[in-house]
């Protein structure tokens, strides 16, 4: 039988679906791969070979593009961060420590702004504002009116992405607004809990009918930075070319002579909140890696 490439979009007990041409084939793993101690992840591109019409065996791994632990999935293009403007309370540090996190493993962050029907006011606007001309896809969303579902739509296209973002911000509805035949659970965290959200199940990539594919999973939720705080900056993407310009090279923006990246600031070239997330986040890494030695 033939021998074809996929993707895998479920895992199980031993068993892996991958989306192929010729349909969803069910695979066992058998490659030589597992003698590298490699388990095949949701996500991974892999090389089939067929035993019959619907089932087969990996054979091979392709090369990860990126690999997550929490949840455990492979080659995601974009992680969908989702704040809500209200109902929880938007909280401005937890945005950028997720587009970090994003940047950080090679994933492109896309900013969604939800529940923009709880507050009248230019809020989400004006914060949405602020990541575009950061250079970020962003959209304010609501799974109530509809607002920005199709915005929102256009940025999954042909994409890997999951979704990130506190609990009750909205992403499992947002999902679900996205596709008729996707229906996962959503509703205040309480009714979840009695219903056992916590037990543990496999992720699963759900395909788009339009192209892509969705994690049914949130992603982050370890909500750990593995990085050194001398790169923090690197991850803050309008510092970049800004930072060029600080006196010395080892800058962390901080308190050192003629810093560009503290200029930008007090002259609205950065947003301040971005900045003080920038320390925030700083600070922290710092207390870590005290308390590492
Ligand atoms: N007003 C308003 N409520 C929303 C919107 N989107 C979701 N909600 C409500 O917010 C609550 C939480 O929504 P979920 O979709 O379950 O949130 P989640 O982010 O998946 O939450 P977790 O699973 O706990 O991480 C539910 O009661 C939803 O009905 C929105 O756009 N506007
Ligand atoms: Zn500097």
């Known amino acids: 039988m033939t021998r ?21 084939i069910e695979c066992r793993a058998r490659g030589k791969f597992r003698k590298d101690n490699i388990t095949p992840l949701v996500g991974d591109i892999v090389e089939i070979q067929m035993i019959n019409d619907s089932e087969g065996y990996i054979l091979n791994i392709l090369p990860r593009k990126n690999e997550l632990t929490r949840p455990p999935v492979a080659n995601v293009d974009q992680a969908i961060i989702v704040c809500a403007i209200a109902r929880p309370e938007l909280n401005r540090v937890l945005l950028d420590k997720m587009i970090v996190l994003a940047e950080s493993n090679d994933i492109e962050p896309v900013i969604c702004i939800n529940k923009v029907d709880l507050k009248e006011d230019r809020e989400a606007f004006d914060l949405v504002t602020i990541y575009q001309k950061i250079g970020y896809k962003a959209v304010v969303t609501s799974t109530v009116t509809k607002e920005g579902i199709e915005e929102l739509k256009s940025y999954l296209k042909d994409k890997v992405s999951f979704f990130a973002g506190p609990s009750g911000v909205g992403k499992s509805s947002l999902i679900n607004s996205i ?6 659970q959503t509703g205040e965290v309480s009714e979840k809990l009695l219903r056992g959200r916590h037990t543990t199940r496999s992720v699963e990539l759900l395909s788009l009918d ?9 992603g982050f939720t370890a909500l750990t930075l593995d990085i050194d705080k001398q790169d923090l900056r690197y991850y803050f993407k309008e510092f970049l070319e800004l930072q060029k310009g600080c006196k010395f090279s080892s800058c962390l923006h901080v308190n050192e002579p003629d810093c560009n990246v503290i200029k930008a600031v007090e002259e609205g070239l950065i947003d301040k ?16 890696e005290k308390r590492r030695y």
């Open 4 to 24: 074809i490439e996929g993707r895998i979009v479920r895992g199980i007990a031993g068993f892996y679906y991958v989306a192929t041409e010729h349909g969803i």
């Open 179 to 184: 596709q008729s035949n996707i229906k996962l």
């Open 210 to 218: 339009f192209g892509g594919y969705v994690l049914d999973t949130p």
């Open 273 to 288: 909140n971005r900045y003080l997330s920038y320390l925030f986040l700083l600070k922290e890494l710092k207390e870590k």
